[in-house]
C-alpha cells in the first residue's frame, strides 16, 4: 500500500535551516509529481511547494519563496524540502502527497522558536 514517511523535523532558532525528508513508498514515485503541504496550530493545511516527476519543474507559495527548496531523488523514491532562513510563522506539521492520490504521511513536526 502506499506509504508516505516524513521525517528531518525539530526544534530550530530563528534563521536556521532544516531539510526534511519524504520516503515514499506503495506507487511509482519517478512517475508522480509531489507537494509538500503544512499545517499549523489552529489553521487550516495549506499547500507549500510542488515538484514534478522528474524535478524539472517546481513552484512554491509566496510567503516560503527564496527560502525553501524542493528537490526529489527518483532513484530512492524521497522527497525533499530544504528550508532556509526560518521563522517563527513557518512552525506547522510538513506533510508530503502525491499530486494526483489522496494519501497522507503523519507528518514531521518543525518548531521555529527562540
Known amino acids: 500500500q502506499v506509504q508516505l514517511v516524513e521525517s528531518g523535523g525539530g526544534l530550530v532558532q530563528p534563521g536556521e535551516s532544516l531539510r526534511l525528508s519524504c520516503a515514499a513508498s506503495?506507487?511509482?514515485?519517478?512517475?508522480?509529481?509531489m507537494n509538500w503541504y503544512r499545517q499549523s496550530p489552529g489553521k487550516e493545511r495549506e499547500w507549500v511547494a510542488f515538484i514534478s516527476s522528474t524535478g524539472r519543474s517546481t513552484s512554491y507559495v509566496e510567503s516560503v519563496k527564496g527560502r525553501f527548496a524542493i528537490s526529489r531523488d527518483n532513484a530512492e523514491n524521497t522527497l525533499f524540502l530544504t528550508m532556509n532562513s526560518l521563522q517563527p510563522e513557518d512552525t506547522a506539521v510538513y506533510y508530503c502527497?502525491?499530486?494526483?492520490?489522496?494519501?497522507w504521511g503523519k507528518g514531521t513536526l518543525v518548531t521555529v522558536s527562540s
Open positions: 506503495g506507487f511509482p514515485f519517478s512517475e508522480n509529481a
Open positions: 502527497r502525491p499530486a494526483d492520490m489522496p494519501y
